[in-house]
Each structure stands twice: as structure tokens, then as C-alpha cells.
């Protein structure tokens, strides 16, 4: 890229900020906040680095939520033609193709967990608007639990105590009992529902992902349910599943009133909790597992909810 030596140059010019050098793809992972929070421009960046995948989400200004211009790929550069660029990360590039414009985005790694952020927009709709460049410096968000407010990716700690049952998905057989559909595994009652055609569902939803474990937060009356196979999430789809997908690195606990709790993707509620003990375990969870989607067999007053890749 022709400018991306200036770009360099004005990092230390415009900062005053030494460059963080020798920082790796892992250690700038992570989500970048605008330290102006009264920006017009770009609010937040989530820096996401996995198994050799390099990933930018953007976020601009937006009322009454950031806008989520979406996750692209990063060419990451080194400092050298003979270094290892996710080794010693000097500069990261993304591009934005719109329909009425262009952006690049280039990156510049700053000491003291901050980021130089630097726009370029050129516009191909006819407007007759010029191009232009605005910079911005953003800070990682460090995550601290509270009490009382919104707490956003509690630590994960590596041993995660769940409740789980284990059963056999080719075992399991529906049986009538009055009124609801049973789902049995030998005689062990797992899954209920209201008629046949929801019971079958969710037989055919465990054979076709292997499911032999179900999760719960909180009981008797679990806030969250889910479904694994061994020690990972379900991933794929299947015919006719309905499903919800959401950004498990935008998740946020809030309160919301009377003692309650809910989980949030930006605007887009998805659970609550009668405490915020089960809000935080349920995050926990979707965070362990990666989960992206939560999927309901029967809606209103679904008969089974689950969570997959």
C-alpha cells in the first residue's frame, strides 16, 4: 500500500506514541475501543486472530446503536521482507467495499494497549465527494466484573463447573403421556414436548448432530439449555431449524430491573435471568463452547432451546 509508510511515520507524529514493536497477532487480539467516546467515526474494533485466521470487525457512529460495518480479513505486514509477520505485527490493513463507497483501514500497533486507527474513504456513487482520511486513537477494553452495571466477557476460568446429563440420542424413544410427547432414554425421561411433530424434531435434532449431553443453568427452571456432543457445541444446520444468530464478542449482562438480568447482542435481546449468578454462567458457557446461534424447536413457549455453532 502507497501510504502506508506515512501512515507509520504519523503514528509517532500524531501520538507521540511509541510503537509497540515487538507485539504478535495474539497479544493485539481483542476488542479496541475510541478513547473520543463522542466520536462521529469509528467507535470500536474487535481484532480477532484464530488458528491463523486474521479478522477485523468495525463499528462506526451510529443512533441509536454503532453501525456493525461487519468482519473482514487483515493483511497483517512485518517489519522486514524476511520476519514473521504474525510475529512482530508493524502495521494491519482491512478493506471495507460499500455500495456507495471504499474504505481501508490501516492499523498501526501503539505502546500501552492502544491502537492508531487511520480511514481512507473514496466514494463511487456519483455524489461528487472527495476523499478523505480520518485517524483515530482507540484503547483496549479491559473487561472488569461488577456487582451492579453491565459486565461484558467475565474471565472464563479453566475449569468451568456445568450441570450436565448424559444420554444416548439412538436410544431415545417418544412416548405419549397424556397430554405431552415424552422423550425417554431407556427410562429416564430427557426431553418433553407437546405433540408428536415437536418430539420427533428434537429426536432428529440429536441424531443428526451426535448429541449425549444436555446443559442447564439453574434448576429446576433452567434460564438456558443446551445441547453438546462430548466436549464440543454442535456445528452445521439442518433442514428447517430455526435459528437466531448472534456475535458471541458483543455479548453484554445488563440489568434490567427487579433483581433481573439480561444477555444482549448490541440491540438484540436474547435471554434472561432471574439473577445475575445464571447471566454470568450463561455467558460463560457460550464463550467455553463459541457458541453463534440459539435455536428453538416450537415458538412461542418453545419445547426445546439449544445453542450451536
Known amino acids: 500500500m502507497k501510504n502506508l509508510k506515512a501512515v507509520l511515520f504519523l503514528a509517532a507524529l500524531f501520538f507521540s506514541t511509541t510503537f509497540a514493536g515487538a507485539a504478535s497477532m495474539n497479544q493485539l487480539k481483542g476488542t479496541y475501543v475510541n478513547t473520543d467516546s463522542e ?3 469509528i467507535t470500536k474494533i ?14 462506526g457512529s451510529c443512533s441509536p446503536t454503532d453501525c456493525d460495518w461487519g468482519t473482514t480479513n487483515a493483511m497483517v505486514y512485518g517489519q522486514s521482507v524476511a520476519s514473521i509477520p504474525v510475529a512482530n505485527v508493524q502495521a494491519i490493513q482491512a478493506e471495507y467495499e460499500k455500495s456507495h463507497a471504499n474504505t481501508t483501514l490501516v492499523i498501526i500497533p501503539l505502546a500501552n494497549n492502544q491502537l492508531m486507527v487511520t480511514s481512507m474513504t473514496t466514494f463511487k456513487d456519483g455524489s461528487g465527494r472527495k476523499p478523505y482520511a ?4 482507540m484503547k483496549r477494553q479491559i473487561i472488569i466484573a461488577r456487582p451492579v452495571g453491565t459486565i461484558v466477557r467475565p474471565t472464563i476460568p479453566t475449569f468451568l463447573k456445568e450441570d450436565l446429563i448424559g444420554f444416548n440420542a439412538y436410544n431415545l424413544r417418544i412416548v405419549p403421556r397424556g397430554s ?4 425417554l432414554d431407556g427410562n429416564h425421561s430427557v426431553f ?8 420427533k424434531k428434537i ?5 443428526n448432530y451426535g448429541i449425549n449431553k444436555q446443559g442447564f443453568v439453574g434448576r429446576p427452571n433452567p434460564s438456558l439449555t443446551y445441547l453438546l456432543r462430548g466436549a464440543q457445541a454442535p456445528v452445521g444446520a439442518m433442514a428447517n431449524e430455526d435459528c437466531l444468530s448472534f456475535n458471541p464478542d458483543n455479548l453484554e449482562v445488563q440489568p434490567a430491573g427487579g433483581g433481573s438480568y439480561r444477555l444482549v447482542d448490541g440491540s438484540h435481546y436474547l435471554f434472561s435471568f432471574p439473577n445475575q449468578a445464571e447471566a454470568i454462567q450463561s455467558l460463560k458457557v457460550i464463550h467455553k463452547y463459541g457458541f453463534t446461534k440459539t435455536c428453538y424447536v416450537g415458538r412461542p413457549g418453545p419445547s426445546l432451546q439449544y445453542l450451536r455453532k
Open 46 to 59: 474487535n481484532l480477532k486472530f484464530n488458528n491463523g485466521v486474521r479478522l477485523i470487525q468495525t463499528f
Open 134 to 137: 480520518k485517524t483515530f486513537r
Open 203 to 207: 429426536v432428529n435434532i440429536c441424531r
Open 192 to 199: 418433553s414436548a407437546p405433540n408428536y411433530t415437536e418430539a
Open 39 to 41: 466520536t462521529k467515526g
Open 180 to 183: 405431552i410427547f415424552l422423550i
